[in-house]
């Protein structure tokens, strides 16, 4: 079946320092991948994507690359902001539909 | 452009009570989903709909069901409410179908069972 795994959170980091935030997935097929950003009361805004092997998708800093081999898609940042203070989920969506499978969500602290 | 508008933003229904959610999707868009996300269960999937039909559909009991108006504009309704209903339902609209399609979500609604 399909599946995300995403590293537990929360996370807590001075502003300025390195982010990363680990997610691994199972899926039938060949799916996309994605990073979706919550912040308190909202719904979710995607981050970026990735949609084959080796992609490397990246947006307001933040990078993530789609690695078939280790079924890995970890997003990573070099120097976070106190205004990247969110949850962040990774997930994933197959051929099939418009059915995103998401992990557990990692939420992200950054204090000045 | 306008994005997804959900309503209500918030909620409160008794036990036994049924309860219908609103979604109009972006603009052009044909593809709405909806999905309930909790603390415990995190974020999973209810149905989808495209033009009218409903394409999949999660593993939710039969109480919780969906559909889809010509406008693309969608409703969720849940009946015979329970208190582990509680949650924030969200909708999300995308333009097309398939694994690479950018889905587009909706702030939320609030939903408390009391």
């Known amino acids: 079946g399909n599946s995300v795994t995403q590293m537990e959170g929360p996370v807590t980091l001075s502003e300025e320092a390195f982010l990363t935030i680990n997610c691994t997935y199972t899926a039938t097929g060949y799916p996309s991948l994605f990073w979706y950003v919550q912040y308190p009361g909202e719904g979710l805004q995607l981050l970026l994507k990735?949609?084959?092997?080796?992609d490397k998708g990246s947006n307001k800093g933040f990078e993530a690359t789609y690695r078939k081999e280790t079924t890995s898609f970890h997003l990573e940042k070099g120097s976070v902001q106190v205004s990247d203070s969110a949850v962040y989920f990774c997930a994933l969506s197959t051929a099939t539909g418009n059915q995103f499978y998401f992990g557990t969500g990692t939420s992200l602290t950054v204090i000045p | 452009k306008a994005g997804v508008t959900q309503t209500p933003r918030y909620l409160i229904k008794t036990r036994g009570q049924q309860v219908t959610l609103s979604c109009s999707p972006i603009?052009?868009?044909?593809?709405v989903s909806w999905y309930q996300q909790t603390p415990g269960q995190g974020l999973q999937f209810l149905f989808e709909?495209?033009?009218?039909?409903?394409?999949n559909k999660g593993n939710f009991p039969g109480r919780f069901s969906g559909r889809q108006f010509s406008n693309s504009r969608s409703e969720m309704n849940v009946s015979t409410l329970e208190l582990g209903d509680s949650a924030l339902y969200l909708c999300?609209?995308?333009?097309?179908?398939?694994?690479?399609?950018?889905?587009?979500f909706g702030q939320g609604t609030r939903l408390t069972v009391v």
């Open positions: 709909y495209f033009s009218e039909t409903q394409r």
């Open positions: 603009s052009g868009h044909r593809s």
């Open positions: 990735a949609t084959k092997a080796d």
């Open positions: 999300a609209s995308s333009q097309t179908t398939g694994a690479n399609t950018e889905a587009f």
